[in-house]
């Protein structure tokens, strides 16, 4: 029996018009092609905090709080004082974040301009704002909706950052760049960007290595001179405190000479990898500094100390 004859036979090249095979291998390109276009569409809508490396994602968090940090400034060069941590009515009641005050200084002003500052952040009039969210507020590393963020300020009668008051930058007068003004929380604490809600002293005393931090061993803080730096999780409390106030007058946190040398705060050297990294400032009671060493890296000492400089 001849292929012809079976009904189920496959018909041999030579059977099969040469056109149809032209229009087989075009449709099969085609179907590439557009396989490989859907493939892309999806990558790219694919959100870009997931797509990127955890070391991408803390520098672009890092940017963020520079980003407020400059806006800061350029509200006081207006106001000649930092914006209050929330505004408040007539019954003082919390209105508005200085997250919601510093938007025309992050280049959105005709949203600012909306907003109605006598009516609740969450009142059905601001609706608008509510639903805007921006990168600038919200950490690469951050689940959750794009709305919340993790950046909020110390807010205390000794810290930056006050209710319902502004603050000048004459009347910090520790050190500015061992004073705290923004620190990113643990993701579960995540707020709306508008919600007058921050964070207080304890928060920054609490946080440790098992709370729900964005970045492994720490988390970033802006500083009222504008830098950005890493806080370790293992900062001793005492070095905390001193961080929140802008008044202590602790000046063995600029003349510890290992302090200055190892950092307080391990953040560079922490995402470099470097072997002393892990180190953290803890003060005895005899006032002085102990740098103590985490992990046993070779060659690293288990702890040094240090007196203040006369």
């Known amino acids: ?15 099969v018009p040469p056109k149809l095979k032209t229009g087989l291998k075009f449709n099969l390109i085609r179907l590439l092609v557009i396989g ?72 959105q002003k005709p949203l600012y301009d909306k907003i109605d500052l006598a009516k609740a952040w969450d009142n059905p009039v601001n609706a608008e704002a509510f639903k805007t969210h921006f990168h600038v507020f919200h950490c690469p590393s ?59 002293e304890q928060f920054v005393l609490d946080f440790e290595p098992k709370s729900k931090l964005d970045h492994t061993g720490g988390t970033h803080a802006l500083f009222v001179d504008g830098s950005v730096r890493f806080l370790s999780a293992n900062l001793d409390p005492a070095v905390r405190r001193a961080l929140i106030s802008i008044d202590g007058n602790e000046s063995w946190l600029s003349n510890v000479r290992s302090v200055k040398r190892w950092s307080l705060f391990a953040c560079d050297a922490f995402e470099k990898g470097e072997a002393w990294a892990n180190r953290v400032p803890v003060v005895s009671g005899d006032g002085r500094v102990i740098i103590r060493c985490l992990s046993a890296a070779p060659g690293v000492p288990a702890a040094t100390e240090s007196s203040p400089e006369g």
């Open 1 to 15: 029996m001849s292929d012809y004859d079976n009904p189920y036979a496959s018909p041999s090249p030579e059977s």
């Open 142 to 200: 951050t689940e959750g909706p794009m709305t919340h963020t993790t950046y909020m300020a110390v807010v205390g009668f000794r810290s930056c950052f006050q209710p319902a008051e502004s603050r000048s930058l004459s009347e910090i007068t520790d050190n500015h760049s061992e004073t705290l003004m923004v620190i990113e929380v643990a993701n579960d604490k995540a707020v709306h960007w508008m919600s007058p809600v921050d964070a207080n």
């Open 36 to 107: 490989g276009i859907i493939a892309v569409v999806i990558a790219l809508m694919l959100p870009a905090t997931r797509r990127a490396s955890p070391a991408a994602r803390r520098t672009q968090c890092k940017n963020n709080l520079k980003q407020i940090g400059l806006a800061l400034y350029n509200y006081h060069d207006t106001y000649h004082a930092f914006p209050p941590a929330f505004t408040v009515d007539a019954d003082g009641k919390p209105l508005h974040s200085w997250r919601t005050l510093l938007l025309p200084y992050l280049d």
